[in-house]
């Protein structure tokens, strides 16, 4: 089973708000993605890390920001949230071989 | 750029039918392949991979073939159960690169 979180799993919070979504893992990989999925399901890059104090956009424009000052650690932030900002947002972690996913956080902004 | 398509779904089986999902795939090289599995309200999980041509993963009951000649992976299970109703995802990935994901194909499984 994959050592990687996502807290918290559920968020209802209000227009305008500013929040962390939280993301750790624990088996030391250097590369961490963060993915919006929609209620189609397809999966949307928003952000990527290649290690300690790199961070990238991804495919998909986002209002979101990251910072990768731990290894372990990839918070996303999004400094006022809106109603298009409702969504689920999966964490992920890699080695060489495979993508290793947290459970997802379900985001509501009313 | 790399590229993986899937077939739309909801795909609706009754128990034990067979299931077949086609995913074929456009990409330079030889990357791997993945088949990822979504269970309701979790993130997504690995179900099985093939990190080059002929090769096949299994898992649970599901296999997929690495066809290059076909660029084509697609997942197979010989009687699916009402507990593998999920959202599955065909992947790729060439070395340490990015996962290229296609866009999900919804299972359900009906007693």
């Known amino acids: 089973e ?3 979180y996502q807290t918290p799993r559920y968020l209802v919070i209000g227009t305008g708000k500013k929040i962390t979504l939280e993301c750790s893992q624990t088996m030391g990989h250097d590369k961490m993605y963060w993915y919006q999925q929609d209620p189609g399901m397809e999966l949307h890059l928003i952000h990527y890390s290649y ?3 790199s961070t990238e956009k991804g495919d998909l424009s986002s209002e979101s ?3 990768r000052i731990r290894t372990e650690h990839f918070p996303l932030t999004l400094e006022s949230a809106r109603p298009s900002h409702t969504s689920q947002y999966l964490c992920a972690s890699s080695d060489i071989y495979e993508q290793y996913f947290g459970p997802g956080t379900r985001l509501t902004v009313t | 750029g790399d590229s993986v398509t899937q077939m739309e779904g909801p795909v609706t089986l009754s128990e034990e039918a067979f299931l077949t999902i086609n995913c074929t795939y456009t ?3 030889y990357p791997s392949l993945f088949w990822y599995v979504q269970y309701p309200g979790e993130g997504l999980q690995l179900l099985l991979k093939a990190t080059k041509a002929d090769d096949k993963g299994s898992n649970k009951g599901f296999e997929a073939t690495y066809r290059k000649e076909t660029t084509s992976f697609h997942l197979e299970k010989g ?3 009402v507990s593998d109703s999920a959202v599955y995802f065909c ?3 060439r070395g340490y ?3 290229t994901f296609g866009t999900g194909t919804k299972l359900q499984v009906i007693p």
């Open chain 1, 2 to 4: 994959a050592d990687i």
């Open chain 1, 51 to 53: 290690g300690v104090n």
């Open chain 1, 65 to 67: 920001t990251v910072s």
């Open chain 2, 27 to 29: 990409a330079t090289g």
């Open chain 2, 79 to 81: 009687s699916v159960q």
């Open chain 2, 91 to 93: 992947a790729l990935s």
């Open chain 2, 97 to 99: 690169q990015k996962v």
